[in-house]
């Protein structure tokens, strides 16, 4: 337990964490699992009631297009989501629970989940503040300080963005397209797009 925590105790759990062991380097194991506990911290300096299983089935499963078992043609996150739903749906769960999972993951890399329920907001705030933090928001240090302790970074920062330039390279037209409004902004005048290694620094952690 971390702050009074418990991660759900369900099977569907147990074979979610034990999958994304089994296919993740230790760091990007690490980074799922921080991003669950984060997200529960959240939850609770809110007071806020949410669907912990549908947390941390999001959680742990977010980055699987990162590794070989979900590698693919779409982008990663589509492909993470994927992933994610047909193991749920084989292991038993309802179609529209295992939806709910894959709406979390597709749209984890926009801002979309911000403006949906509960859960999908902290599923969001946990992936965001473990990868770029937000400014202004803190934690309980004594909690993230047990996160880090359980989960350490490895120095994520660097093998993250590793990642992600891997899946970048890996496809020869990687299929990310431009909100329509950043299209217009862009030949509008020169549109600066800040590197994710950039925003990387704002995170509140040492590597």
């Given at each position: 337990?971390?702050a009074?925590?418990?991660?759900?105790?369900?099977?569907?759990?147990r074979?979610?964490?034990?999958?994304?062991?089994?296919?993740?380097?230790?760091?990007?194991?690490?980074?799922?699992?921080?991003?669950?506990?984060?997200?529960?911290?959240?939850?609770?300096?809110q007071?806020?009631?949410?669907?912990?299983?549908q947390?941390?089935?999001?959680?742990?499963?977010?980055?699987?297009?990162?590794?070989?078992?979900?590698?693919?043609?779409h982008?990663?996150?589509?492909?993470?989501?994927?992933?994610?739903r047909?193991?749920?749906?084989?292991?038993?769960?309802?179609?529209?629970r295992?939806?709910?999972?894959?709406?979390d993951?597709?749209?984890?890399?926009?801002?979309?989940?911000?403006?949906?329920?509960?859960?999908?907001?902290?599923?969001?705030?946990?992936?965001?503040?473990?990868?770029?933090?937000?400014?202004?928001?803190e934690?309980?240090p004594?909690?993230?300080?047990?996160?880090?302790?359980?989960?350490?970074?490895?120095?994520?920062?660097q093998?993250?963005?590793?990642?992600?330039?891997?899946?970048?390279?890996?496809?020869?037209h990687?299929?990310?397209?431009?909100?329509?409004?950043?299209r217009?902004a862009?030949?509008?005048?020169?549109?600066?797009?800040?590197?994710?290694?950039?925003?990387?620094?704002?995170?509140?952690?040492?590597?």
């Amino acid at each position: 337990m971390i702050a009074d925590i418990k991660i759900p105790d369900s099977s569907i759990v147990r074979q979610a964490e034990e999958l994304a062991r089994s296919v993740s380097s230790d760091m990007l194991f690490n980074h799922v699992m921080r991003c669950y506990w984060l997200g529960e911290l959240f939850a609770q300096q809110q007071a806020i009631e949410i669907d912990h299983e549908q947390l941390f089935l999001s959680a742990a499963f977010h980055d699987l297009g990162l590794t070989d078992h979900a590698r693919g043609s779409h982008r990663f996150e589509i492909e993470s989501a994927n992933a994610a739903r047909t193991f749920l749906v084989d292991e038993g769960v309802p179609k529209d629970r295992a939806q709910n999972v894959w709406d979390d993951i597709a749209l984890h890399t926009w801002d979309m989940n911000l403006f949906r329920g509960d859960t999908s907001r902290v599923v969001q705030f946990g992936i965001a503040y473990d990868v770029v933090g937000f400014p202004g928001v803190e934690l309980d240090p004594a909690d993230v300080a047990e996160v880090l302790r359980r989960y350490p970074r490895l120095n994520f920062t660097q093998g993250f963005y590793e990642l992600l330039e891997h899946d970048l390279g890996s496809k020869e037209h990687y299929p990310h397209a431009f909100h329509p409004c950043s299209r217009i902004a862009h030949n509008r005048s020169p549109l600066e797009i800040v590197d994710l290694s950039a925003l990387q620094r704002n995170a509140p952690f040492a590597e």
